[in-house]
């Protein structure tokens, strides 16, 4: 039988269930994610894999697993703590987010970290052959995101935003040169997918970013670096993944059924006529 437990506060009760996905848990729960961070569970690229499913790949136990999800919640909520729920702010907010600070953490990191690999593998790549694999995954990573960040940038984000803006005001949306916003949310989650996978060979290249007996303080600053690079592209990725992407599909979809629905209601045609 699945494990079930109740959550939340008194004016948000939530029920967690093992059979709920990952993807789900960690948007409805954002103090999952720390849990998922801490047992490896990926919770953005493989988001949609159950609780158990994830876990058994694991070899965890999800109903210890889902009780660690409640607690770090009842933490969060006995500190006062309120989580913000990006699913209900406008998109142009979460955009903010991401770009200010996830964006920008890229940017500050990528070359700082890109060094310090080129260092280390310069003084101990001949008695540590793998630092090599971990400057050029690194170095691929880098590149894949800065010209990643840059399509999102200057071509998907502000489209959803105007996007948003039309919804709003009542308006047609601007119709794209990309058709609809599923096709770049598509490249864009391939995108991420292989970032995720260069992650994982990062990780495993390390060892878990273990530092060897003998790794000097850089070493050091190297591996703890690359562990909260990837605990902040984690994150970074779940957003637009498992909320960004999919309320903006949603929300050209119902606009479009909307618009569909006034046609047919012969309401909309001067609206239709002023826009061409």
Do not use: M
């Given at each position: 039988m699945a494990g079930t437990i109740f959550s939340g506060d008194k004016g948000n009760p939530m029920t967690l269930d093992t059979t709920k996905t990952v993807r789900e848990?960690?948007?409805?729960?954002?103090?999952?994610?720390?849990?998922?961070?801490s047992r490896g569970i990926d919770f953005c690229c493989g988001g949609h894999k159950s609780l158990?499913?994830?876990?058994?790949?694991?070899?965890?136990?999800?109903?210890?697993?889902?009780?660690?999800?409640?607690?770090?919640?009842?933490?969060?909520?006995?500190?006062?703590?309120?989580?913000?729920?990006?699913?209900?702010?406008?998109?142009?907010?979460?955009?903010?987010?991401?770009?200010?600070?996830?964006?920008?953490?890229?940017?500050?990191?990528?070359?700082?970290l890109a060094g310090l690999a080129a260092k280390v593998a310069g003084k101990h790549g001949p008695n540590h052959l793998e630092l090599s694999d971990v400057k050029a995954a690194f170095d691929a990573l880098a590149e894949d995101l800065r010209v990643h960040m840059l399509k999102e940038e200057e071509v998907l984000f502000p489209y959803i935003a105007r996007m948003e803006e039309a919804v709003i005001a009542g308006e047609l949306i601007p119709p794209p040169r990309f058709g609809q916003v599923a096709n770049p949310v598509r490249m864009m989650m391939q995108e991420h997918d292989a970032a995720g996978d260069l992650l994982r060979k990062l990780r495993e290249t390390t060892n878990e970013f273990t530092v060897p007996a003998d790794g000097c303080m850089s070493f050091r600053m190297l591996y703890q670096g690359l562990l909260e690079f990837e605990a902040d592209l984690h994150q970074h990725i779940h957003l637009e993944n498992n909320?960004?992407?999919?309320?903006?599909?949603?929300?050209?979809?119902?606009r479009n059924a909307d618009l569909v629905t006034e046609c047919g209601a012969g309401k909309c045609c001067d609206e239709h006529q002023h826009a061409s």
């Open positions: 848990l960690a948007v409805e729960v954002p103090s999952a994610i720390r849990v998922f961070q158990t499913e994830a876990c058994d790949g694991l070899n965890l136990d999800a109903a210890v697993v889902l009780r660690e999800i409640a607690s770090a919640d009842e933490e969060r909520i006995a500190r006062c703590e309120n989580a913000t729920d990006w699913r209900e702010v406008p998109l142009a907010e979460l955009i903010a987010q991401i770009v200010q600070k996830h964006h920008l953490y890229v940017r500050s990191e990528s070359p700082r909320i960004l992407f999919p309320r903006s599909v949603a929300l050209e979809g119902d």
